[in-house]
């Protein structure tokens, strides 16, 4: 049974007193091999080995997935707790109302950031250094943080002493709880939520409160934190599951659901949803964000040899050559096309 956990702060007003220390050196080569697997997406590897971070961070793949997310004006904005206050008036030209309007844009627009899509992070086990002469010299493991000022919380040097004299970098888990301790966040709690345990997360997905859930995750956890991870992906599953994808629509999510569904060789049922609902250059979209992923793809390869393909021929490509469910999709886009033939005969 693991010895419970003595924090002691090692104050360090100035950088370099952590410098010389050998964690630095062990970091900085754990970094740079991190870079070196973010620089390697389009290996041979599998696709449970593969790290997606470097593919969703693509700048093309990222323009897909901000269009795929649509700008639903009310439902970006959504609505907001604040104290009651009077109203202020300001009497404005078009060009300055225009303005005030474009600005608003951009910070709702800003709401739409996407959390990373990453593979849950490893723990590093690999001791800096063992001192038997130190073992045993309490019953309690010893934690020293570096509390610099300006040091991003990641990237903080945080120890362990473990009591067999054994000094390694601290697990995640007692990385995070030192950071909020001394450079707590909003949102975040010392303990875990309950709310993240299965039992519990199963009732609010029952319930459909997908973005909450959603939202405490990407308040409670780092992106690669394997608990944000397994909660994400449930939900992302559970949405897929019961289509019902139009609630993360105009959302930050709605990416990184696109995103998980790509990579993991389930976009049916959406692309059937986008059809439906009349977004067939959503459904072009998702189809491309598909091929950048898995270029070795049959659908990839098709599309490739087209000439001039337009939206249906890509769609049809697609259905051709990956799709499970077929007949669905088939009829879906022969309903799309003979209602677009129906409003030119009108028109």
Not at 156 to 172: F, H, K, Q, S, Y
Not at 241 to 255: A, P
Request: net charge positive; charged share 25%; with cysteine.
């Amino acid at each position: 049974m693991a010895a419970p956990l003595k924090s002691v702060l090692l104050i360090a007003k100035n950088a370099n007193l952590l410098k010389n220390n050998i964690a630095l050196s062990c970091f900085a080569r754990h970094m740079t091999c991190r870079s070196k697997e973010f620089q390697s997406a389009h290996t041979s590897e599998t696709l449970s080995e593969k790290d997606p971070f470097p593919i969703f961070s693509d700048k093309k793949v990222q323009d897909l997935l901000y269009r795929i997310t649509g700008f639903d004006l009310l439902k970006a904005a959504g609505p907001q707790k604040k104290p009651i206050q009077a109203p202020s008036y300001k009497l404005l030209t078009d060009e300055e109302l225009q303005k005030e309007l474009h600005d608003a844009r951009m910070k709702l627009k800003a709401r739409l950031q996407m959390p990373p899509y990453m593979n849950p992070r490893k723990r590093n086990i690999t001791p800096l250094s063992i001192d038997p002469d130190l073992a045993n010299f309490d019953s309690s493991n010893y934690v020293f943080v570096d509390i610099s000022f300006g040091v991003k919380d990641r990237k903080r040097n945080v120890l362990i002493r473990e009591t067999d004299g054994t000094l390694r970098i601290a697990p995640w888990d007692v990385k995070e709880r030192m950071n909020q301790i001394f450079n707590p966040r909003e949102g975040r709690h010392y303990i875990k939520p309950k709310i993240f345990e299965e039992q519990r997360l199963e009732k609010l997905i029952v319930e459909k409160r997908f973005v909450y859930i959603l939202d405490r995750a990407c308040c409670q956890f780092e992106p690669d934190d394997p608990d944000f991870v397994r909660t994400t992906h449930r939900v992302y599953n559970a949405i897929n599951n019961n289509q019902e994808y139009d609630i993360l629509r105009s959302t930050r999510h709605f990416g990184s659901l696109a995103f998980y569904l790509a990579w993991n060789h389930i976009i049916d049922n959406l692309l059937l949803d986008m059809i439906n609902r009349d977004l067939l250059s959503d459904a072009v979209d998702l189809i491309n964000l598909h091929c950048i992923i898995h270029q070795s793809s049959p659908c990839s390869q098709a599309i490739s040899q087209l000439e001039s393909p337009d939206k249906v021929a890509i769609i049809q490509t697609y259905i051709k050559t990956e799709a499970t469910i077929k007949p669905q999709l088939e009829l879906s886009l022969q309903a799309f096309q003979d209602a677009s033939k129906n409003k030119r005969k009108t028109n």
